[in-house]
């Protein structure tokens, strides 16, 4: 599955909005914060690949 890329717009308590990048869309994702790997901030890249989520340095 995947991979599928993503940037975290915002972050509000313990979810990240995040928005897809490797297609054109305006649609927009709500995941947990304990989903995404350590370090994850407003602006990180990431990568959804084997159902995991990675940031892209």
Request: negative net charge; hydrophobic residues 40%; charged residues 25%.
């Amino acid at each position: 599955m995947g991979p599928y890329y993503y940037v975290v717009l915002k972050i509000e308590g313990e979810y990240a909005t995040l928005k897809r990048t490797d297609i054109e869309t305006d649609d927009t994702m709500f995941i947990a914060l304990a989903l995404l790997p350590f370090g994850t901030d407003t602006g990180s890249r990431l990568v959804w690949e084997n159902l995991e989520y990675s940031l892209i340095p």
